[in-house]
C-alpha cells in the first residue's frame, strides 16, 4: 500500500509541474522520459514501471493526441511473450483487439497465374487445415472461441495504441502521458547538475528537452535522468541529440518505398492476399514463385508487391504497397496516395499490361 501510495504521489507531482509549466513556461523535472508515445513507447513505460523504484518518475511525449492513424500489424509470438511480461492484463486486452486470419492466397500484380501449382496446392491444403481446426474448436468450446482461430491475428495499430496508452495511465498515473507536445530542442548540458533538494528520486539530470504545445506559444523544458528513443525510424530524437549517430549513418536503403492504409468500406472475410510482380515471383513463365530468393539487389528491388489483409475487429482492410524507391516523401495524405498510384502504374508497364494495376491504391491516404 505504501508503494501505491508514493506511485499516486509522484504521479501528481509530475501531473502539476506540466500543467503549471505549460501555464508559466516552467521547468520539470522527470526521472525517465520517453520520446513517442506508439505501441512500442507505451510498452516500455510499462515494463519500466513494473521494476524501477515507485518514486521513479515517468513521464511519455507524443506529438499527436493519440487520434486514429495507422494502419494494422501482425504481432509474433515473441511479441506476445515480451508484452505479457511486461503486463499481462495489458496482453490480454490488445488480444481482444483482433481479428484473425482464416484464409490466403496469392495473386500477381500483371493480373497473370500467379504462383506456380506446388505453391497453390500447399496454400490449399493450410487453408483447408485452418478451416478443420476452426470447425473443431467451434464444436468443441462454442461458436465464439471458434471464430477466434486463425493463421494469425490482425490487429488496428491505433487499436493497439489506444489498448496501452489507457493501461499507462491506469499504473503510470495520469500525469504519465503528455499528448500535443513535440520534441523541439535536446540539449545534455556539461557538467550535469543534480537535482534540487527534496524533488522525487533525486535523480542527476543530464539531459533537457524542449517540447512545444499543441495550440500554446509556450515551450515546455523538460529535464530528465534518462531519456528513451521511442519515437520511429525518423527519430527527432536522433537528429537532435548531439551525440547520437544520424539516420544516414545507422540506416541502410533498400531501394523501396512502402505505403500502408487502412480502407473501413472494404472487407476482405478473413483472407489474406499477397500481390507479386511476375519479376519477383519468377512466374512469367508460369514456374514456382519464389525464383526471388535468389535474386539480385537490383532484381529485387525492381520488383513491386502489395497485401490485402483484415484490418481488425472492428472491420474495413488493411493494405500495404511495396514498389521501387521514390524520390523524397509525401508531404500529407493525398500526396501520399498519389506516389502510390504513380508506383502500382509504374509496377504495371513493367509488367506489359498497360493496366493500372487493378487496386485503388490510396482509398484512405496511406503515407510514405
Not at 488480444?95 to 500484380?109: H, K, Y
Amino acid at each position: 500500500m505504501a508503494q501505491i501510495a508514493i506511485l499516486k504521489i509522484a504521479s501528481l507531482v509530475v501531473l502539476l509541474a506540466l500543467h503549471t509549466l505549460s501555464a508559466r513556461s516552467l521547468v520539470v523535472d522527470v526521472g525517465i522520459v520517453i520520446v513517442g508515445g506508439g505501441p512500442g513507447g507505451l510498452a516500455t513505460a510499462l515494463a519500466i514501471r513494473r521494476s524501477a523504484p515507485a518514486e521513479t518518475t515517468i513521464a511519455v511525449f507524443e506529438r499527436d493526441e493519440l487520434l486514429p492513424k495507422g494502419a494494422s500489424v501482425a504481432i509474433s509470438q515473441s511479441g506476445w511473450q515480451a508484452l505479457r511480461a511486461v503486463d499481462p492484463e495489458a496482453e490480454q486486452r490488445v488480444r481482444g483487439t483482433g481479428t484473425p486470419v482464416v484464409d490466403v492466397g496469392f495473386a500477381s500484380l500483371s493480373g497473370d497465374d500467379g504462383p506456380g501449382p506446388a505453391v497453390r496446392a500447399g496454400l490449399a491444403a493450410v487453408n483447408l487445415v485452418t478451416r478443420a481446426r476452426r470447425k473443431v474448436v467451434k464444436v468443441l468450446r462454442g461458436e465464439e472461441r471458434g471464430g477466434e482461430v486463425g493463421m494469425m491475428n490482425t490487429h488496428l495499430w491505433h487499436d493497439v495504441r489506444s489498448v496501452l496508452a489507457e493501461r499507462v495511465l491506469e499504473v503510470c498515473g495520469e500525469g504519465a502521458l503528455c499528448t500535443g507536445r513535440e520534441l523541439v530542442a535536446f540539449r545534455e548540458p556539461s557538467p550535469a547538475g543534480d537535482s534540487p533538494a527534496g524533488d522525487a528520486g533525486q535523480q542527476r539530470h543530464r539531459f533537457e528537452l524542449d517540447f512545444s504545445c499543441a495550440g500554446a506559444s509556450e515551450v515546455m523544458t523538460v529535464r530528465a535522468g534518462c531519456v528513451l528513443a521511442c519515437d520511429g525510424v525518423g527519430s527527432t530524437v536522433r537528429r537532435l541529440a548531439p551525440k547520437e549517430p544520424k539516420a544516414n549513418e545507422v540506416f541502410l536503403s533498400e531501394g523501396r518505398s512502402v505505403w500502408r492504409g487502412v480502407a473501413p468500406g472494404s472487407e476482405c472475410h478473413g483472407k489474406a492476399t499477397f500481390y507479386r510482380s511476375s519479376r519477383s515471383s519468377g512466374n512469367s513463365g508460369g514456374g514456382g514463385a519464389d525464383a526471388s530468393a535468389g535474386a539480385g539487389p537490383d532484381t529485387l528491388a525492381a520488383a513491386s508487391s502489395a497485401l490485402v489483409f483484415p484490418a481488425g475487429r472492428a472491420g474495413g482492410a488493411s493494405w500495404t504497397v511495396i514498389a521501387p524507391a521514390m524520390p523524397g516523401r509525401a508531404g500529407n495524405s493525398d500526396d501520399a496516395r498519389r506516389r502510390c498510384l504513380a508506383a502500382l502504374e509504374s509496377a504495371a508497364r513493367r509488367e506489359g499490361t498497360g493496366s493500372d494495376g487493378g487496386s485503388d491504391g490510396g482509398s484512405d491516404g496511406g503515407s510514405d
